[in-house]
Nanobody, 116 residues
Framework: QVQLVESGGGLVQAGGSLRLSCAAS????????MGWYRQAPGKEREFVAS????????NYADSVKGRFTISRDNAKNTGYLQMNSLKPEDTAIYYC?????????WGKGTLVTVSS
């Protein structure tokens, strides 16, 4: 069973930065695309960013472009989300997933709270 564990969340003031990590138990992590999603209180889960297995293709939600950076280290089976210039509206539980074909796996999430 593939396990994903997110870490790095916490409380930060507006304008601050956090770096989220997503550690995978899957040794073939390098063959999966990876994504970050978030769910704010009372809202639907939404896409934040994604990166292809090689890192060659990256996409961001418009709301985070220029502020967030997704990356991965396949040698460490770990993905990252660097979040800068955080805003109160970035407050949410952040989830990572990995996917290959019809297989998609999710982590349990890490809470990010941005105070104004």
């Amino acid at each position: 069973q593939v396990q994903l564990v997110e870490s790095g969340g916490g409380l930060v003031q507006a304008g601050g930065s956090l770096r989220l990590s997503c550690a995978a138990s899957e040794r073939t992590f390098s063959t999966y695309s990876m994504g970050w999603y978030r769910q704010a209180p009372g809202k639907e889960r939404e896409f934040v960013a994604s990166i292809s297995w090689s890192g060659g293709y990256i996409n961001y939600a418009d709301s985070v472009k220029g502020r967030f950076t997704i990356s991965r280290d396949n040698a460490k089976n770990t993905g990252y989300l660097q979040m800068n210039s955080l805003k109160p509206e970035d407050t949410a539980i952040y989830y990572c997933n990995i996917g290959r074909g019809s297989m998609i796996y999710w982590g349990k999430g890490t809470l990010v709270t941005v105070s104004s």
